[in-house]
């Protein structure tokens, strides 16, 4: 629903402030006399603001991303004795504890709140929890931590430390857990992340189903879809990386 009190702050919010100098960049340099290639900077860091900042071109970009990764999801609900693998998130925070929950970042909490919720419905379910963070208290640590919290047995959980990237997630779970190797395999990470995490474990030799959880919402109201916006550019810097990343794994397979 449009909030006019919100959209008034939007417009003198940072992200906003530098699309309106942009813009006064811009008429100066076209009411004097200067090099084209000015007018060119000019024009085209004004473009790239508005590609990054509007919600009218980021949201359906973003909504893009997010339904591919649900058409990925064509196995179903996870059969008993499924292995569930999710991606650590980050974390906002040095963490003070091992339980000290608040350090997780929005996405790490989005992640393992639905792994624990779909552990919790699906019987003998094992939960590999992948990531490391470099700090004394591991992120896959702290959201094990807060899978038991949520009733998942310890006996249940499988913490994978060493890993920092997605490819390491991948290449780092494979073997995890040891037993049943032909148990179905479930990979559990963001809607936007999605794509490039599947790619990376099917480059990796392993089979999964995807299960995304956590999406970000993709409507658009007027007039909020023309105003710059940080939370917009927020989004549109986890495309970029995705899409970056997507980019680097297909030219590693060519080379």
């Not at 919010?13 to 402030?17: F, G």
């Not at 996870?78 to 991606?87: A, D, E, K």
């Not at 963001?190 to 990796?204: C, K, N, P, V």
């Not at 007027?222 to 550019?233: E, G, K, N, W």
């Given at each position: 629903m449009f909030d006019l009190r919100l959209w008034l702050e939007d417009l003198v919010?940072?992200?906003?402030?530098l699309t309106w100098c942009l813009l006064v960049l811009n008429a100066m340099v076209w009411r004097?006399?200067?090099?084209?290639?000015?007018?060119?900077?000019?024009?085209?860091?004004?473009?790239?603001?508005l590609l990054a900042s509007l919600p009218l071109f980021v949201k359906p970009a973003m909504a893009l991303m997010q339904q591919a990764a649900q058409r990925e999801s064509r196995c179903g609900p996870?059969?008993?004795?499924?292995?569930?693998?999710?991606?650590t998130g980050g974390m906002v925070r040095q963490p003070s504890?091992?339980?000290?929950?608040?350090?997780?970042?929005?996405?790490?909490?989005r992640r393992i709140l639905g792994a624990a919720n779909l552990a919790a419905r699906t019987p003998d379910s094992v939960l590999v929890i992948t990531g490391g963070g470099g700090t004394r208290y591991p992120e896959a640590e702290i959201m094990?931590?807060?899978?038991?919290?949520?009733?998942?047995?310890?006996?249940?959980?499988?913490l994978e430390l060493r890993s920092h990237t997605t490819m390491d997630n991948a290449r780092n779970t494979r073997d995890m857990p040891a037993g049943d190797a032909a148990a179905p395999r479930y990979l559990i990470t963001?809607?936007?992340?999605?794509?490039?995490?599947?790619?990376?474990?099917?480059?990796?030799?392993?089979r999964v189903c995807a299960w995304p959880v956590g999406f970000y919402g993709t409507h658009?109201?007027?007039?909020?879809?023309?105003?710059?916006?940080?939370?917009?550019?927020a989004e549109a810097s986890l495309l970029v990386h995705e899409?970056?990343?997507m980019a680097y794994y297909a030219l590693r397979q060519t080379i």
């Open positions: 919010a940072p992200a906003a402030l004097r006399p200067a090099p084209a290639w000015t007018r060119l900077v000019a024009i085209l860091l004004l473009a790239l603001d996870p059969p008993p004795g499924s292995v569930l693998i999710v991606l504890a091992v339980d000290d929950f608040g350090a997780l970042s929005g996405d790490s909490l094990g931590r807060l899978a038991q919290a949520m009733g998942i047995a310890p006996n249940r959980i499988k963001s809607g936007y992340h999605m794509l490039r995490a599947y790619r990376a474990f099917h480059d990796t030799g392993q658009i109201w007027f007039p909020d879809a023309i105003t710059p916006q940080i939370r917009t550019l899409w970056l990343g």
